[in-house]
T-cell receptor
Framework: GIQVEQSPPDLILQEGANSTLRCNFSDSVNNLQWFHQNPWGQLINLFYIPSGTKQNGRLSATTVATERYSLLYISSSQTTDSGVYFCAVATGNQFYFGTGTSLTVIP | ETGVTQSPTHLIKTRGQQVTLRCSSQSGHNTVSWYQQALGQGPQFIFQYYREEENGRGNFPPRFSGLQFPNYSSELNVNALELDDSALYLC????????????FGPGTRLLVL
């Protein structure tokens, strides 16, 4: 299967700081999504981004499919951004998740 | 936002028992995927159902089985429960041919004692 590596594994930020989360994957994919998992376990869609750049408020993402990586940018972080961020990629029917980046934003 | 629901929210079973978890997909979605998420790990793909047939399976033994119904809801059945089956079980629905964006339910937390 496809290997998905996320970095950093843990991140602690002061409220208002910016951050970049990275996702590397080992093979060509036709689907890539970023998720935020809240403390209750709910996975919330952030971006569907197999290629290109998208922005949604303080969040933006870029995927460079030819180089097999994606970046998630969080600007002006808030305490509600805390949680685990997952990158998931797919080729065909099966999604492969990374091990996530655990983000803690402190006031 | 997602419209995907799962039941029950929590469940405690003993080793060797059988369990059935349920998932209702988002309106208009025809594909359901199931994932197992152990503590501290990313979700692991169990299998996917499309039009009531299994359409892809991850590295899980046959005692993990499923069903999809004509209304696209789905069940995950696990027989002969083992301690390592303790996990959060997530269901995701998507629309085949619609970009395959997956929307997840809140999950069922299973504890096997």
């Amino acid at each position: 299967g496809i290997q998905v590596e996320q970095s950093p594994p843990d991140l602690i930020l002061q409220e208002g700081a910016n951050s970049t989360l990275r996702c590397n994957f080992s093979d060509s994919v036709n689907n890539l999504q970023w998720f935020h998992q809240n403390p209750w376990g709910q996975l919330i869609n952030l971006f569907y981004i197999p290629s290109g750049t998208k922005q949604n408020g303080r969040l933006s993402a870029t995927t460079v499919a030819t180089e097999r990586y994606s970046l998630l940018y969080i600007s002006s972080s808030q305490t509600t951004d805390s949680g685990v961020y997952f990158c998931a990629v797919a080729t065909g029917n099966q999604f492969y998740f990374g091990t996530g980046t655990s983000l803690t934003v402190i006031p | 936002e997602t419209g995907v629901t799962q039941s029950p929210t929590h469940l405690i079973k003993t080793r060797g028992q059988q369990v059935t978890l349920r998932c209702s997909s988002q309106s208009g979605h025809n594909t359901v995927s199931w994932y197992q998420q152990a503590l501290g790990q990313g979700p692991q793909f169990i299998f996917q159902y499309y039009r009531e047939e299994e359409n892809g399976r991850g590295n899980f033994p046959p005692r993990f089985s499923g069903l999809q119904f004509p209304n696209y809801s789905s069940e995950l059945n696990v027989n002969a429960l083992e301690l390592d089956d303790s996990a959060l079980y997530l269901c995701a629905s998507s629309l085949r041919g619609g970009g395959e964006t997956q929307y997840f339910g809140p999950g069922t937390r299973l504890l096997v004692l």
